[in-house]
Each structure stands twice: as structure tokens, then as C-alpha cells.
């Protein structure tokens, strides 16, 4: 089934692009993460432009993320100060993303770019879970139980002037370290389309030291935000956010996530993170080899 | 000095005579295609287009060596720059680049016969017939060498699109006097203006040429979506914030409905 997409100016399989939101959906029901890594590096294998793919992963996760967020607000999960805190960095970030994104369009190294720091991110985040999965798999076979973490912030984080309360993640800390962490994650939102709760779960966790239990949902209550205000600016300066695709892509993932989210309650925790990082570091090691291998392409055509 | 003007005046004479001879003797062309309009749809995946036509010769009388046709649809051209990828510590990365201040976004040559048999570089580049004659006006300085790699990584890079189409051999002429040729439009094509232009050949000379416009637009929803996400930004950006977030909050609810009913 052949749909044409009206600013990827191309015609794809329907099926296989809605297929794609599944699977990504599924996982991003699974992990509790946006999916949005995953999306964006398929579209590109599938030969979607690279801009187009972005833009239109973000509107995709923002849709995928809304009912988890929905139901996090509802069993108070969501430590809502911190996340306005982290929304506010990320509109920062976005629109540091957006001048960024415009000087490496004009240098002609977006792609490049892109796919550089996907392999720095997945690459080292990937590394990191595996790492941390693997030992607690470990523990868990011997039925040793995991030494309880001590929770502290970085030391970082406590010089940081001006401090705030936040209940729910048990933190008197500087608002600045979590504005920080929101424009860095927008800066990612808006050049590669993730919603960058990879790197604000883990972040939220080692930098901040935020207690567990309110980190996934507020992962997600950024994410979702940031992903809303990455739509408008990709809309507003990029003009590359493909509506046809996204809907696509939302048929797929939206049902995927809800099957996914199921499947989360019968798996073991250790398995699902091992499984995550697993695949974390299959995409970056794709990306990687994707930029030594010759491209089929050696030209590339940008409109003046 | 009478002989001089003996000459001239018989000069003009001759060129008058050929002149003459030349109108009265040059055959017409009479071209059409299948479509005066292409339209993209949701359901658009590239169409075929017909170029048929007669060849009016003066009298009615076929010339003893039959004449060759080239058909050229050509889409409108762009301003773009062109990177090239290098091998740079190990990754590849765009280098070099050039601009070309007119490249065609779509061009297909069909002909009855391969091009280099029927006209020679002059004529070929004058009606830019075929892909290595497109006058693509690069505007950076660069030697021609350099431009003449560009040109070819254009051709290539578009071939395999199915944007830029060579079909040598593809005209088929009936009866020395109707001819037609099939071009393969992509899914890939811009929209605006394009051009078919038929040219009869005949001794290495362009003996006639026509030209016919094809409009190739988008219409309906996807026109709407263009139009809107080109100039209305805004409005197009909150539309896909409803529409993901909508779509996600109906699955939720569907799917809790679900595991309520279930449960």
C-alpha cells in the first residue's frame, strides 16, 4: 500500500512505515523510553531525508509519550516542579537546537552530525546500561540483592547557586543543574528527534540523585513538552515535520505502546534492561559502521 | 568592383533561394502528450507519460533517408549546491561542494536512434540533448575538470532516483510520419512547469521542434498540507500537536477500556 508524503516529497509503503511505529511503540511501551532513537536512524535506513526524519520522530514521540505522562500524573508520579523546571531548559534548548541545526544545514554537515553524536550518545549510554544491567542480572541469578545506592548528587550540582525544594524527588538542590539537563536534552530533541529520555533517566538518577520512583514520569512529562515545542520549531524554521508520516508512524506506536506497557508487567525489570542496551548499542554500532562504509550515495542535492 | 557586386548579388540570391526552398521544404511537427496535467495524490507513486505526435512533411512526401525524433521533458530547473562526500578519518563526510544555478529537477530523453549517432556535440549541446549536454550554469569557479565530476555525481545521484532518465532508442516511429515515446515519471518530482519538446532530426540538423507544457501539481490534501507547512507554520505545527496528542490519548483509552473489560 503506496502512500505519497506530501513534504518528503516520496512515495512509501504505509504498512511498513506504520509496522515501524510498532515496533517502536512496543519497545517505548516496554522500556518506558520515548523510542524516538530508534525512529528516527529506520526512517533514514528507509530513505526518508534526514530532516524530515527528525522532525517528524519528535511529533511522533510526543504522541507515543501523552498517555504514559497521563497516567504517571494520575498515580502521582511526576515530581511536576522539577519537569516544569526541565521544560523550560528544554525550550531553551530547542531553540539553541534550532541555530545549531540552521549553521550545520548550511555547512552541509547536518547528516553528518547527526549521526556522529548518535553514535557518541548511544554508544556511551548503551555502554553504561549494559554495564549496570548485566551486574544487577548477576545479583539477581546469585539472589544477592543489590546493594542499596546511595543517593547523592554530584558534587556539581551542590555548587550551583540559588537552591529549591523538590519534594517528590527528595532534593534541595540548585533549580539550575535540571534547567541545565532540560537545555541539553532539547539541544537533542531538535537534531535528532529523541525525546532524550535516555539521557535524562540516567542523568535524573547518577547526576541529580533524584529517589527512583518519580524519575520515569518525569522523564516523560519533559518529554513530552519538549517534543511539543521541537514540533512547532521544526514547523516554524525547518518546515519538515511530514504530517502523513507522523500519523503513520503514531497508528503504529501509539498501539504498540499500549502492548508494550503489558508486556513490561510480566517481564523481569533486569531482562528488559539488558534487552534495552542491547539494542541501544546495536543502533549505534549500525550508525557507526554507516559512516565509515562508502555510502551509496557520494552527492547530495541542497536547494539554495 | 562588378565583379564584386556580381558575387553579392548572386550570394543574396542564393541565400534567398534556399531561404525559400528551406520553408517550403521543412517538415512541421504536430505533438501532443497523454497528459496536459499530472496530479499528485496520496496514492502518487510516479506516472507514464505519452509523447506522440505526427511529422507533416511538405507534400506529404516522405524523405528518402527517414528522419530521427528525440523527445526531452524536462522539469523546472533549481538553484542548488551539490556536496560530494569524502574519506575523512575514516568517516565520510561531505568535503567539496559547487553550485549549480540551473539544475533541472527532472529531465527524460527518449530518441529514435542513440543521440551521438544522430547529431554531433555541437547541435547536441545547443538543444541540450542528453544528460552530459545539460546546462547546468555552475557558479563557483572551478576548473572544468572538476566541474565535469560534479555533473556526472548529479547525473548518477538523479538516474538512480528515476529523476534524471536516458532512454536512447525508445522513440518508435510508425510508418515514417507517427511517432511516440513512453517517459516514466518518479514519485519524486517537483511540482511546477514541465516541459516536452520533440525535435525531428534528420542529417545531424534540427529540422523542426515543438514544444508542449505539462503541469504537474499537487491537489487537494496534499497541496493543503505543502501550502500549510511551507506558509502557515504556526497553525501547521499546533495542528500535529493535536493531532499526536489526541492519537495518544485515544489509545490510552481504548487500551484501558480494554484491561477494564479484561479485568
Known amino acids: ?304 | 568592383m562588378r565583379a564584386l557586386i556580381a558575387w553579392i548579388a548572386m550570394a543574396l540570391l542564393l541565400l534567398g533561394s534556399q531561404g525559400a526552398l528551406a520553408q517550403s521544404a521543412a517538415p512541421q511537427l504536430v505533438p501532443d502528450v497523454s497528459q496536459r496535467s499530472v496530479e499528485i495524490k496520496f496514492s502518487f507513486t510516479g506516472a507514464e507519460l505519452l509523447l506522440f505526435g505526427a511529422i507533416l512533411y511538405p507534400n506529404g512526401r516522405l524523405p528518402e533517408e527517414p528522419a530521427d525524433i528525440i523527445v526531452v521533458l524536462k522539469g523546472p530547473s533549481q538553484s542548488i549546491t551539490l556536496r560530494e562526500k569524502q574519506k575523512i578519518a575514516g568517516i565520510w563526510v561531505n568535503a567539496d561542494s559547487i553550485n549549480f544555478r540551473s539544475a533541472p529537477t527532472f529531465y527524460a530523453v527518449a530518441s529514435s536512434r542513440p543521440i551521438d549517432k544522430l547529431v554531433d556535440e555541437r547541435t547536441a549541446a545547443i538543444y541540450e540533448l542528453g544528460l552530459n549536454k545539460l546546462q547546468l550554469s555552475p557558479a563557483s569557479l572551478s576548473n572544468t575538470q572538476e566541474i565535469d565530476r560534479f555533473a556526472a555525481g548529479l547525473n548518477d545521484l538523479n538516474k538512480r532516483a528515476g529523476l534524471y532518465v536516458e532512454e536512447p532508442g525508445s522513440v518508435e516511429i510508425t510508418d515514417g510520419v507517427l511517432y511516440r515515446a513512453r517517459l516514466p515519471l518518479s514519485a519524486r518530482v517537483v511540482t511546477g512547469t514541465y516541459t516536452a519538446e520533440t525535435f525531428l532530426v534528420q542529417n545531424g540538423r534540427v529540422l523542426a521542434a515543438a514544444v508542449r507544457e505539462i503541469e504537474v501539481h499537487k491537489s487537494g490534501f496534499e497541496r493543503l498540507i505543502g501550502v500549510f507547512a511551507q506558509e502557515h507554520g504556526a497553525i501547521y505545527g499546533l495542528v500535529a500537536i493535536v493531532i499526536a496528542v489526541s492519537m495518544g490519548l485515544f489509545a490510552g483509552l481504548v487500551a484501558g477500556r480494554v484491561s477494564a473489560v479484561l479485568g
Open chain 1, 1 to 304: 500500500m503506496d502512500i505519497y508524503l506530501p513534504i518528503a516529497n516520496l512515495s512509501v509503503n504505509a504498512l511498513v512505515i506504520i509496522g515501524l511505529g510498532g515496533v517502536v511503540g512496543l519497545l517505548s511501551g516496554m522500556f518506558g523510553v520515548g523510542g524516538g532513537f530508534l525512529t528516527t536512524p529506520l526512517l533514514i535506513f528507509y530513505g526518508i531525508p534526514p530532516t524530515v526524519a527528525a522532525a517528524s520522530s519528535a511529533t511522533q514521540v510526543m504522541g507515543a509519550s501523552v498517555s504514559s505522562v497521563v497516567s504517571h500524573l494520575a498515580r502521582k508520579t511526576v515530581d511536576v516542579r522539577m519537569g516544569a523546571v526541565m521544560v523550560v531548559g528544554g525550550m531553551i534548548g530547542a531553540g539553541i537546537g534550532t541555530i545549531i541545526f540552521r549553521l550545520l544545514t548550511r555547512l552541509g554537515q547536518i547528516d553528518t552530525a547527526i549521526a556522529l553524536l548518535y553514535v557518541a550518545m548511544l554508544g556511551s549510554i548503551g555502554l553504561l546500561m549494559a554495564h549496570e544491567a548485566i551486574r544487577a542480572l548477576i545479583m539477581a541469578r546469585r539472589g544477592v540483592r543489590p546493594p542499596a545506592r546511595k543517593r547523592r548528587h554530584h558534587p556539581l550540582v551542590a555548587a550551583l547557586p540559588l537552591r529549591w525544594r523538590f519534594y517528590p524527588s527528595g532534593l534541595y538542590i540548585s533549580p539550575l543543574a535540571p534547567l541545565l539537563l532540560g537545555i541539553f536534552s532539547g539541544i537533542l530533541t531538535m537534531l535528532m528527534g529523541v525525546g532524550g529520555g535516555f539521557v535524562l533517566v540516567p542523568a535524573m538518577i547518577y547526576i541529580l540523585g533524584m529517589a527512583t520512583q518519580p524519575v520515569i514520569g518525569t522523564s516523560l512529562f519533559q518529554i513530552l513538552f519538549v517534543t511539543m515545542v521541537t514540533t512547532m520549531a521544526h514547523s516554524l524554521t525547518t518546515h519538515a515535520v511530514d504530517l502523513v508520516l507522523a500519523f503513520l508512524l503514531l497508528i503504529g506506536s501509539v498501539t504498540g505502546a499500549q502492548i508494550g506497557g503489558r508486556i513490561s508487567m510480566s517481564v523481569r525489570p533486569e531482562y528488559l534492561r539488558v534487552l534495552l542496551a542491547l539494542i541501544v548499542l546495536v543502533v549505534a554500532i549500525r550508525m557507526a559502521l554507516g559512516l565509515g562504509w562508502r555510502p551509496d550515495e557520494i552527492y547530495t542535492v541542497a536547494l539554495q
